[in-house]
């Protein structure tokens, strides 16, 4: 018996090889453009800090990215390196940072904008810093003339009125303690004009080195021994991120005390002068901005502070027996109670 041939067989036969060579072809060319749009080239933000990221000061800025709208993994990779409090890590920080190839460096603080300036002379640095002119950050705030541009922070101007602000809620003291951070470049400024002040104003001043969070109890055993009647702990990202730490310290020793950071007297503190640390990271955003959208830092003028904040804790000044000036409190930002 002859068997017929079987055509449907060889039909389905070749319709299953056209398939399959129809599904390789696409297998080849659908894949294209998801590769092509997955290995897309994200911004990446360098961030260099003092603190290990758990103040809000360090999330200002990517607050303000996000103001802008940045979303984190989406249309941008932030490379964050704190110091933790250790001052001695930032070099090595800020070179790991440039190994990774980033776009821009946010340094936050004169001491990381020093350590990513020794690290890099391509990558642009947007910078906060309390005297970026004396410090060689930038030429001139309205002319940055280099790879550095960012925000003034006007820390040395306001030692004056700081300690005038002291004198005014506690007329009665004669020797105050500084407390300075040796290790912040722009500390030096303020302690040069808080000295210039104290000497126009008829006060002692006791200068005390802070270097590390564990030197606070030392310097207000000295301050104490010394028979301080206030203390002003100076500008830097090591008195900021502790002003907790001072006002309990300050208090425990009876002392009226002033810091500039942002809050300080919510915290305890008698009394706080000066630009928005907060504010003042979440406007570095903006350059950052411009930065990745090719503008070079030195046609960006770096930017000073419109407004300083006074704050004034009135049951710390209670507790201590002070009087506050209600002319004072008329003029104050915010009094707490």
Do not use: C
Request: proline fraction near 6%.
């Amino acid at each position: 018996m002859k068997h017929q041939p079987n055509t449907g067989g060889r039909s389905n036969l070749i319709r299953r090889r056209d398939l399959i060579a129809l599904l390789g072809g696409a297998a080849v060319a659908w894949p294209r453009p998801a590769r092509a749009q997955g290995t897309k080239k994200l911004p990446r933000l360098g961030m260099l800090v003092m603190g290990d990221g758990t103040s809000p000061i360090d999330d200002a800025v990517r607050q303000g990215l996000r103001e802008l709208g940045y979303v984190e993994g989406r249309n941008l990779v932030v490379e964050f390196r704190g110091a933790a409090g250790h001052a001695d890590r930032l070099a090595g920080l800020a070179r790991e940072l440039v190994a990774l190839k980033v776009d821009v460096i946010f340094a936050g603080g004169s001491e990381p904008t020093v350590a990513a300036r020794e690290a890099t002379a391509l990558i642009p640095i947007v910078m906060t810093s309390s005297n970026p002119v004396g410090l060689g950050f930038v030429r001139s705030l309205a002319r940055p003339d280099g790879d550095i541009t960012g925000v003034s922070l006007m820390a040395p101007e306001l030692s004056g009125k700081r300690l005038a602000l002291l004198k005014q809620i506690a007329p009665g003291i004669g020797k105050i303690a500084v407390m300075w951070d040796p290790n912040d470049p722009g500390a030096a400024f303020s302690l040069a004009d808080t000295q210039a002040a104290a000497r126009t104003q008829g006060v002692t001043l006791q200068i005390l080195e802070v270097r590390d969070v564990e030197d606070f109890d030392g310097a207000f055993q000295a301050a104490a021994h010394e028979r301080a009647d206030a203390v002003i702990a100076l500008p830097a990202p090591l008195m900021s991120r502790n002003g907790a730490r001072i006002a309990d310290l300050a208090m425990r020793n009876r002392m009226p005390s002033m810091l500039f950071g942002d809050g300080f007297a919510k915290a305890g503190g008698l009394i706080s002068f000066g630009p928005s640390l907060i504010a003042s990271y979440r406007r570095a955003a903006y350059y950052v901005d411009r930065i990745l959208k090719g503008v070079k830092p030195a046609e960006l003028p770096v930017e000073q502070p419109a407004k300083f904040d006074l704050v004034i804790n009135l049951k710390t000044a209670k507790a201590l027996g002070l009087t506050i000036p209600t002319t004072l409190l008329a003029t104050a930002d915010e009094v707490i109670e």
